[in-house]
């Protein structure tokens, strides 16, 4: 990855290479964190914009509350942080990572007293499933590995020790030469990408599992919901089977670092004319021209930096 100047930690804008910590800090054992993925982009008259940053805090503070992490900082204060860094090291446009983990202090699971420390952390990251993937489409495979169940993942939250699940299906399907897994669900209905949400089209009609499937809310996603009906599109949010996405005209996964990504393969079955669809091809024009473009409407996702 490629560094940048300063990372802002409980408070303090401070170096780069100073940024540790102690061996003992509690989520390094447990996995009890929050962390988010944000994008900062720079538009067509030069302005950078965070995307929907106040969606991505209030993510931070309703995680916090399923996570029982009492937050040491105000959303306010999460805000500017995000802005400050951005600003501090001198990015246009790049990613922005806040963590909010468990200190050191107390061992074992209870250890309440432990400090809830907060890291925000900036740099440049290019699309993570690729620029081909984004123009061509990725191959994807269902992963072996079931979808925790939502009494044990706390979908509303971006916990990282819930990731494990994520990296085991991630890993296993790259390792099987596919770029992304998706993960069904304990009743195994599809619910969502290792690190993305799905979507499908067939008979021109957009769907994507319900709000209360095993899958994280993405911001993306609630995006991409409002602005298919805005092209008049009509939306479902429906469970959908494994064998229903085998034969969709279009699929295509959203997330802050995967942006819109197309799915032209799925478990070696080509999807639709194995090019990216009409209607995935619409959403992610209109999407881009608002981020990175000079579309003159929702101003209201544009945090100006
Ligand atoms: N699902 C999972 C498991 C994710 O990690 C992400 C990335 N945050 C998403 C979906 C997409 O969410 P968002 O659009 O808010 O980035």
Not at 2 to 8: A, V
Not at 163 to 175: G, T
Not at 180 to 195: H, K, Q, R, T, V
Not at 274 to 280: C, D, E, F
């Amino acid at each position: 990855m490629e560094k940048t100047e300063k990372i802002w930690l409980d408070g303090k804008v401070i170096g780069w290479d100073e940024a540790n910590v102690h061996i003992l800090t509690h989520t390094l054992h447990y996995g009890l964190s929050l962390f988010e993925g944000i994008r900062a982009y720079q538009r067509a008259d030069g302005r950078t914009h965070i995307f929907r940053l106040s969606d991505h805090v209030r993510r931070i503070y309703d995680g916090a509350k399923v996570a029982t992490l009492d937050m040491p900082f105000t959303p306010e204060e999460i805000t500017q942080a995000c802005v400050d860094m951005v600003r501090i090291n001198k990015q246009s446009s790049c990613y922005i990572r806040p963590l909010v983990f468990v200190g050191d202090g107390a061992m074992g699971l209870y250890a309440m007293t432990n400090p809830t420390r907060v890291a925000i952390i900036v740099w440049p990251w290019g699309t993570y499933l690729g620029e081909d993937g984004l123009n061509k489409g990725i191959r994807a495979k269902v992963s072996s590995f079931t979808k925790l169940h939502v009494n044990a993942n706390m979908v509303k939250a971006k916990i990282g020790g819930q990731y494990v699940n994520a990296i085991l299906a991630k890993r296993e399907v790259v390792r099987s030469g596919y770029d992304e897994a998706i993960l069904l669900d304990a009743e195994g209905y599809a619910c969502e990408a290792s690190g993305e949400n799905l979507f499908v089209v067939r008979d021109g009609v957009l769907r994507t599992p319900p709000d209360g499937a095993a899958q994280l809310n993405g911001i993306t996603r609630e995006s991409v919901i409002e602005l298919a009906q805005s092209l008049g599109i009509p939306v479902k949010e429906e469970r959908m089977t494994r064998d229903f996405l085998y034969i969709a005209d279009e699929i295509f996964l959203t997330g802050t670092a995967a942006e819109i990504t197309p799915v032209r393969e799925l478990d070696n079955r080509v999807i639709g004319s194995g090019k990216p669809g009409p209607i995935t091809k619409r959403i992610q024009d209109l999407f881009f021209d608002i981020v990175t473009g000079s579309h003159d409407g929702y101003h209201k996702w544009l945090h100006w930096v």
